[in-house]
């Protein structure tokens, strides 16, 4: 399953960087790709709820929403 997260608050490649490495934490996610200005394309299994997702992304500092 593919989720693209909205994302609000990254400026630059290191908040990228920071997203990317706070959703691959999320158990059930395989891989993640961050484009800015603002979006986040994340291979999760069906049992990762995005709420999990947004979660994370809020836990290191930003904003997301599906």
Do not use: I, R, W
């Given at each position: 399953m ?18 990317k ?8 996610v ?29 836990a ?7």
């Amino acid at each position: 399953m593919t989720t693209t997260l909205q994302v609000n608050g990254m400026t630059c490649n290191h908040c990228a960087g920071t997203v990317k490495q706070a959703l691959l934490a999320v158990k059930g996610v395989s891989a993640v790709e961050v484009t800015l200005p603002d979006q986040a394309k994340v291979v999760h299994d069906d049992a990762t709820p995005t709420a999990a997702l947004a979660a994370a992304v809020d836990a290191a500092g930003y904003t997301a929403s599906v």
